[in-house]
DNA sequence: TCATCAGTATCAAACGTTTGACAGCAAGCT
DNA sequence: AGCTTGCTGTCAAACGTTTGATACTGATGA
């Protein structure tokens, strides 16, 4: 490295790949909040119970490790999800001290509607870019995201 | 639209784009503060700095609009880094009640020692990819900020 | 058997952000 | 001039999350 890199700093930081993804992710989370406020629910909300719904009757903290987020996290929003009877926990039938997590029929009528609205921006996306972009965005973001974790 | 879309929810909801999008920016916002802390820095001052440092003088208002955040936040971010000594608010020679910013020396030291890890980062995901697919995931982000902006 | 260890859940406190409301200043208009 | 309108910055309160600490359970190994 011969060349001479002493800029007071990078100017060129705009452009950056980890600029675009910021801004992205932004547009769409904001999107998807904007839409969800009206049926009452936020998009953690969503993502929870999501999750729920795709693995049932697993504990809060392993929840909270798939989610990325922290168990408290985790035990907030199911406290107000079970507050609104959309998901229940069950005492696990060895662990006495694990609770599984399980949606309720409201919890399931909840998330219909929400993925609803979800998947309406997922489309409108995906219609976009094309079915061929759309895989290669998303190859290239998993990518990412393991070049990333391994760092 | 023959098709029976009639699924109690999507099912195919773990390989969305959205989703995808998530995951990358989680783990490289998480792989940034990481590496930011040790240089007793969040991720948020690094942000406010760089982009005061890329359009000097503008308003807090003005900056909260370019960054997708509340004037709070960035109000309350300007308050740390002013008591820190890296930022200086000065009064609009026009406009008595605004306030310009402006990076001072130590403000510009503080950046260009986080950028050396920022952009570390960066060139690590960039040569990983390559340049060409580098450029193709950057548009193909941009695209999706701008249709999802415009929904 | 008993002790240690890993994992889960819960509590309390600190932190950062958003929301809502307010006051000040400049430009435009009647 | 006087008035409205738009934008700015600040304050206070509510909200959600993280951090740190604690108690409990089941499994592991001496």
Chains 1, 2 share one sequence.
Not at 37 to 65: D, Q
Not at 70 to 97: D, K, M, W, Y
């Amino acid at each position: 490295m011969t060349r001479d890199d002493e800029e007071p700093v990078g100017l060129d930081a705009l452009d950056r790949v980890t600029w675009a993804l910021r801004r992205a992710e932004l547009a769409v989370q904001t999107l998807k909040e904007q839409r969800l406020r009206p049926l009452g629910m936020a998009a953690a909300h969503y993502t929870l119970l999501m999750s729920v719904h795709s693995e049932p009757g697993l504990a809060g903290a392993e929840l909270a490790r798939r989610l990325d987020v922290t168990p408290q996290a985790v035990a907030s929003l199911v406290a107000r999800l079970e507050g609104r009877g959309q998901l229940e926990r069950r005492a696990h039938p060895r662990h006495r001290h694990v609770q599984e997590l399980h949606l309720t029929d409201a919890g399931r009528e909840a998330l219909r509607a929400a993925d609803q609205v979800i998947a309406d921006i997922e489309r409108r996306i995906t219609e976009d870019l094309g079915p061929e972009e759309s895989a290669q965005l998303r190859t290239l973001l998993n990518r990412v995201g393991k070049t990333v974790r391994d760092a």
